[in-house]
């Protein structure tokens, strides 16, 4: 399991962008498994709209 660094306040975060809600889920679903916190989004709009600029993190995103 993924363990994060101790000096870290927050978790960061793996941002999955998808507009195919089953997909989006199974994503979160699978990083969640391995004990990473997760946000979906279903487009990169929604994504900017609600993206706090603080937060660390990654993002997976649908390329098509």
């Known amino acids: 399991m993924y363990e994060l ?4 306040a927050v978790p960061p975060t793996v941002f999955v962008i998808e507009d195919e809600a089953e997909v989006r889920q199974a994503v979160c ?4 498994s391995m004990g990473l916190r997760t946000q ?4 990169a709009e929604d994504f ?11 993002i997976v995103a649908d390329i098509r």
């Open 5 to 8: 660094p101790s000096d870290s």
């Open 29 to 32: 679903t699978l990083a969640e």
């Open 48 to 58: 900017l709209e609600g993206f706090d600029r603080e937060a660390v993190g990654c």
């Open 40 to 43: 979906g989004f279903e487009s």
